[in-house]
């Protein structure tokens, strides 16, 4: 018997009781169609996640305080230390550096006012962080070096606080002091694990730490929350950890049989991390869609239990007539695929129209992204398929097995 004539019977079983063979489609359908939803936006969201870590480019390395496992004591990163990394040396590794020191802060202008945070920088933080204005200029070395009262704005918070007004020469109040915005920053997008860089204001590190912070550190010290390295080039990263950590270690007199006071990573790790944990959250999206399609598989060997009842006779005749139980078995196994393959072909086009009409949904100013994929498709299709394989063959066997002359008697 040839695979077309398998086929055409397959199919005209299946519609002889249509609203039957219709609902245990739809089983399918919605099986394959949570798991190409939930895939698509879990894609989407590592997709973005990884776009956006990357944008910041994949030359950069992180320095943060440690915290003493012993006496629970955090460590000071500086910007002395920063100064001393981003001092010229020899066949250096390291491009430039840029100190941060984060903080929240209230945001006033007239009676608007925003709570956001307020990241005290110095004027290699446009560079390192890829940033264009917008309007206006950025905070230069002469304002970190004078403690000068100035921010610059990220576009949303710009758009929040001053509405149409030219922001530049504006005075604003962070945390009640006085600060003239000098510019704006275009739109960068992104925030993941944060405030996104539009929703941010941007002062002077000095003037962060001697104006805002309420710290009690050691006189003359500016402690920050990191330092940003930036290296040669990617190829390079390795090389300008290894200095970094070395030019930290003399500047922290740390003995070579100590550990380091401070935690290092390259932008690199950082990606990874964010991919092992946007990967975890796919596949356990995908897992709780996968339960739809099993109640679906269930579906489809039920109706195919109660076909094999209802033709029990249809089996007698066949076999009678000399059809083998390898024909019956294959017979019964065949519509059980075909029917999770409709099934799933018609779940993989409704999947990618949900996943179309979710991505127009705007959080925030930014579309919610989804992706749809090859490998989704081809996994839910191949899934479907194997449903079907997997759930007819206990029905197939059961008719397969069943004496010709019984079968006969069958009313």
Wanted: hydrophobic share 45%; glycine share 10%.
């Amino acid at each position: 018997m040839s695979i077309f004539s398998i086929l055409k019977t397959s199919l005209n079983s299946l519609s002889t009781n249509k609203l039957r063979s219709g609902l245990t489609l739809l089983g399918i359908v919605i099986g394959i169609l949570s798991v190409i939803s939930l895939m698509g936006m879990g894609k989407g969201f590592e997709k973005s996640v990884t776009d956006t870590i990357e944008s910041l480019g994949s030359n950069l390395i992180y320095i943060t305080s440690s915290r003493d496992s012993k006496s629970g004591a955090s460590s000071i990163i500086s910007l002395k230390d920063a100064e001393i990394l981003a001092a010229k040396r020899e066949n250096s590794a390291i491009k430039s550096v840029t100190p941060e020191l984060v903080q929240m802060g209230k945001i006033n202008f007239s009676n608007n006012w925003k709570y956001t945070q307020v990241y005290g920088i110095t004027q290699n933080y446009k560079t390192v962080r890829n940033l264009d204005m917008k309007f206006g200029s950025f905070i230069s070395d002469l304002h970190v070096e004078n403690m000068a009262e100035v921010a610059v704005l990220g576009i949303n918070a710009a758009n929040e606080l001053l509405g149409n007004r030219n922001p530049v020469g504006q005075y604003i109040r962070i945390n009640g002091r006085s600060m003239q915005v000098i510019g704006v920053l275009e739109e960068k997008g992104g925030g993941f694990g944060g405030v996104s860089i539009d929703d941010r204001a941007l002062i002077p590190v000095t003037t962060a730490h001697y104006r805002l912070s309420n710290s009690s550190n050691t006189p003359g010290t500016v402690a920050l929350a990191s330092i940003v390295v930036e290296a040669n080039s990617a190829e390079e990263v390795n090389k300008a950890l290894l200095e970094a950590t070395s030019v930290l270690r003399f500047n922290h007199k740390i003995a070579s049989d100590e550990d380091d006071d401070f935690e290092i990573i390259n932008q690199q790790e950082v990606l990874d991390t964010f991919k092992t944990v946007t990967q975890g959250i796919t596949i356990f999206l995908g897992a709780i869609a996968g339960i739809s399609l099993l109640v679906g598989g269930i579906g489809v060997m039920n109706i195919m239990l109660v076909s094999v009842t209802e033709r029990t006779r249809e089996i007698g005749i066949r076999k009678s007539l000399g059809a083998k139980r390898k024909d019956i078995l294959l017979q019964f196994v065949s519509e059980s695929v075909v029917l999770s393959t409709i099934g799933g072909m018609v779940g993989i086009f409704l999947g990618w129209l949900s996943l179309y009409f979710i991505g127009q949904i705007e959080i925030g100013d930014d579309p919610f992204r989804t992706e749809f994929t090859l490998d989704i498709a081809m996994l839910a299709f191949g899934v479907s398929a194997a449903t079907g394989l997997f759930f007819g063959i206990f029905p197939a066997l059961r008719a397969s097995k069943l004496q010709p002359v019984e079968a006969l008697r069958y009313q």
